[in-house]
């Protein structure tokens, strides 16, 4: 993918499912949630300064709708 952005949930749940073949289930899930959700990891910052605070709130938002929907 190149620097766009993922406009909607379902674009972004085929995006990691299709394209990066994984599993989009609860326990990566939780795992991102918890590691985006700390400014100080490196991937964060690296997230951040590529996409936004903005972006990065969405992501972290619908990661926990499949944490919320245990799939």
């Not at 995006?15 to 073949?21: A, D, N, Q, S």
């Amino acid at each position: 993918m190149s620097e766009a952005i993922l406009q909607d949930e379902q674009s972004w749940r085929e995006f990691i499912t299709r394209e990066c073949g994984i599993e989009l289930n609860a326990d990566f899930a939780r795992s991102r949630v918890e590691s985006l959700s700390n400014p100080d990891d490196p991937a964060t910052k690296a997230f951040t300064e590529k996409y936004g605070e903005a972006y990065l709130k969405q992501v972290i938002h619908w990661f926990g709708r499949v944490v919320e929907r245990g799939y």
